[in-house]
């Protein structure tokens, strides 16, 4: 059965420096895998997926994430991150068992610091 | 413009009483899901359906009950059977094609519903 792990459940960051937001995932067939975001009180939007393509992701916004089978492993990455960067990211991966379901990690919080 | 919409944006009940969540799609989507939102938490599944006039059971269906009749609309009932059924509702839909699975899902903007 699939699964994802969000790593942290919050992190905080300064304006202007890295975001890292660790997403481990674990699945039998090759997997689907999505980074969303979601501002406060509003709907999720799609960042990026990654569908056996190309490992190395490009979204929007700046962010990026990199496929790693060998450490099953989704990251998600941006240089630098804004004040406007702050919401709630969840990693997700599709269900390849036969329904049309996806998979929620339990989402990570994202502080950006002035 | 394509997308979903969910109404209300703010909806309030007493305790006992039945209420419907709208939600509606334009993007031609066959699969279309509901799930809520508690604080602090991620996303748990409640209903979803792949097709009109079917659906199936998420990880917390009991206490709420939905129909598909038309391929655009997916309305969620929250019945006085669910214990705790103030939190976020979220609608989605996505596109089903046979065999894949790389389709993203499309989120409309939420219901808050709160009862007391």
């Known amino acids: 059965a699939q699964s994802v792990t969000q790593l942290d459940s919050h992190v905080s960051v300064s304006e202007g420096t890295p975001v890292l937001l660790r997403c481990n995932y674990s699945s039998s067939y090759s997997p689907s895998l999505f980074w969303y975001v979601q501002h406060p009180n509003k709907g999720l939007q799609l960042l990026l997926k990654?569908?056996?393509?190309?490992?190395l992701v490009k979204g929007i916004n700046g962010f990026e994430a990199e496929f790693k089978k060998s450490e099953t492993s989704f990251h998600l990455t941006k240089p630098s991150a804004h004040m406007s960067d702050a919401a709630e990211y969840f990693c997700v991966v599709s269900d390849t068992s036969g329904t049309y379901k996806y998979i929620f990690g339990t989402g990570t919080r994202l502080k950006v610091l002035a | 413009d394509g997308g979903i919409t969910q109404s209300p944006k703010y909806l309030f009940r007493k305790e006992g009483q039945n209420v419907t969540l709208s939600c509606e799609q334009n993007?031609?989507?066959?699969?279309m899901y509901w799930y809520r939102q508690d604080p602090g938490q991620g996303l748990r599944l409640i209903y979803y359906s792949q097709i009109v006039n079917d659906f199936q059971k998420g990880d917390i269906a009991e206490g709420y009950s939905v129909s598909r009749e038309k391929k655009e609309s997916f309305p969620l009932t929250v019945t006085s059977a669910q214990k705790n059924p103030t939190a976020f509702y979220l609608c989605?839909?996505?596109?089903?094609?046979?065999?894949?699975?790389?389709?993203?899902?499309?989120f409309g903007p939420g219901t808050r519903l709160t009862v007391t």
């Open positions: 989605a839909s996505s596109i089903v094609i046979t065999g894949s699975h790389s389709y993203e899902q499309y």
């Open positions: 990654y569908t056996s393509a190309a490992t």
């Open positions: 993007l031609n989507h066959d699969a």
